[in-house]
């Protein structure tokens, strides 16, 4: 079928040397950039929502989601050091299934990155409210402090507008970030080192302090939701690995950065996995050092009923809470600099705070970033209008696509709340990643004597394991996240038979050698 149509790995080599980007990042670059896109809002606002959904059980979430990423990581591994260029997910299905695999693999991308990027603006603007009301007393009105709540009646949206109406702060990172990016990937990679610096500090304060005050009476009870929670409710300790995925995904942004890297057969799978295993390290630590020095047991309604983390209900009881002289930490906007404020460490709460709101942009900058790469791969391969693929005479980057996705990243972040971004995100991601994970067997089998620079180590377990986790993931997200999948797979449907099939290069190529062979 011509909708299957393989662009092999060759033809990629070959064409991203007619059109390629920059190669300017080393391998502590792609590390920092690891670092800079995973610890962010994941750990910094997540932590909350997963606390909700698990209670002390989080920490099994952390670990369950980082395994998947861990074993996915490999996979990436093994396909970047073969096709060093951008387009991560979307260029290596190209490579293995054709197209149309292709195609949907990019449309999701948009999900993880973009929409990552949107949930990351939305915790940025919690916490930098957070500080500046700490700092002046200042409180910016809900109504343009918060997008609204949505809950879903059957099949259809259902939108609250009582609790907040549009983030403006959120816009305002977006546009900024937006703009810094069409400005050099040098550049920005060098204010990125410095951001994660910053975040590291942060990170390193807030376990030396908490790690001493744990006590285990607040691991009691360790699964107050259990493991598994209803079909698509997305609680219990499986439901928060699902959201807490979010946390962890930012290295396949380095995956991005293949046709902008120095070395890249070394220096990527360096950064993938280096920038996983440091911030897995920094999560468990967080993780024991928020639910053991206050606690972190879920709430729930007058009734008993558990509360989704992103409902109205929640945010209500929240405010019952805190009117009668309560504050649980699942309620907090800004969960560590919260904790540091229960344990009377006032000063570290903000310097905390302030921290997040300085380093929390470089999340946004990797996840703008990445989407820019996989939207110019695409567009140079012709499924996009190509237009968007110029690169700008001084700066040297995608400008056009870069405004474009700051745009998109801004509405986003405008008008959701940051846990269903992060669900909606991790859709996408969970599908780029079990495509990755069948990609690299299915090139084991049909070509087997490429040079593999990394090889994903016990790949007949490994790979499994990774797109295994994906599904099981997947399908314990709540059920607007799992909709939101094949409903925008669709939209993507729409706009590939309309226009990217007959724009596609690979396409042309085949009707041309057809037609002269008639």
């Known amino acids: 079928m011509i909708n299957w149509r393989v662009k092999s790995l060759d033809a990629i080599l070959a064409t991203a040397e007619k059109k390629s980007l920059h190669r300017t990042l080393g391998a502590f670059q792609l590390t920092m950039l690891g670092i800079g896109a995973i610890i962010g809002t994941g750990i910094f606002v997540l932590t909350a929502a997963a606390a909700q959904k698990a209670g002390p059980g989080m920490m099994y979430s952390f670990i369950i989601a980082g395994f998947v990423c861990a074993v996915a990581a490999l996979c990436y591994s093994e396909l970047v050091s073969m096709a060093p260029v951008s387009g991560s997910a979307y260029t290596y299905t190209y490579a293995v299934m054709g197209e149309l695999m292709a195609w949907t693999v990019g449309w999701a991308l948009v999900l993880e ?140 942004a380095v995956s991005t950065a293949a046709e902008e890297t120095k070395n890249p057969q070394r220096n990527v799978p360096i950064g993938l996995i280096g920038s996983l295993g440091i911030c897995t390290i920094f999560y468990m630590l967080v993780a024991a050092g928020v639910v053991g020095s206050v606690g972190a047991q879920p709430i729930t309604s007058i009734t008993g009923a558990v509360l989704s983390p992103d409902s109205a209900e929640f945010v209500t009881r929240c405010k019952e809470l805190a009117s009668a002289g309560s504050s649980p930490i699942v309620c907090s906007h800004e969960a560590l600099a919260e904790v540091l404020s229960k344990l009377h460490y006032d000063q570290v709460s903000k310097l905390v705070g302030l921290a997040a709101s300085i380093a929390l942009p470089s999340v946004i900058l990797m996840m703008i970033f990445g989407q820019t790469r996989i939207f110019f791969v695409m567009a140079r391969d012709g499924l996009l209008p ?123 190529a085949i009707a041309a050698q057809e037609a002269s062979k008639k």
């Open 113 to 252: 990155y973009a929409v990552a990027a949107a949930a990351v603006c939305v915790g940025w603007s919690g916490y930098v409210m957070g500080l500046i009301q700490k700092a002046t007393g200042f409180v910016l009105p809900e109504v343009l402090s918060h997008g609204p709540a949505w809950t879903m009646d059957g099949f259809m949206p259902v939108v609250d507008f009582s609790h907040g109406i549009v983030n403006v702060p959120a816009i305002i990172v977006a546009l900024v970030i937006t703009l810094l990016l069409v400005k050099g990937t040098s550049e920005s990679a060098k204010v990125n080192s410095i951001l994660v610096a910053v975040k590291v500090t942060a990170l390193s304060a807030f376990i030396v302090i908490t790690l001493p005050m744990v006590s285990g009476d607040n691991f009691t009870p360790m699964l107050p939701n259990g493991w598994l929670g209803t079909q698509g409710s997305g609680v219990g300790v499986v439901g928060a690995a699902a959201s807490i995925f979010f946390a962890y995904v930012g290295f396949d």
């Open 386 to 508: 190509e237009k968007l693929a110029d690169i700008h005479p001084k700066w040297k980057t995608p400008w056009l696509m870069t405004i474009v996705t700051g745009i998109f990243v801004a509405v986003a972040a405008a008008f959701f709340p940051v846990g269903q971004l992060a669900d909606i995100s991790n859709s996408g991601t969970l599908f780029a990643f079990f495509m990755v994970a069948i990609a690299v067997l299915i090139l084991r089998k049909t070509d087997p004597n490429r040079a593999r620079p990394f090889k994903t180590p016990v790949v007949w377990l490994v790979a499994p394991l990774a797109a295994g986790g994906c599904l099981f993931l997947f399908f314990s997200l709540p059920t607007v996240a799992q909709l939101v999948l094949p409903i925008w797979g669709s939209v993507g449907l729409v706009i590939y038979f309309l226009y990217s099939r007959n724009h596609s290069h690979v396409g042309k």
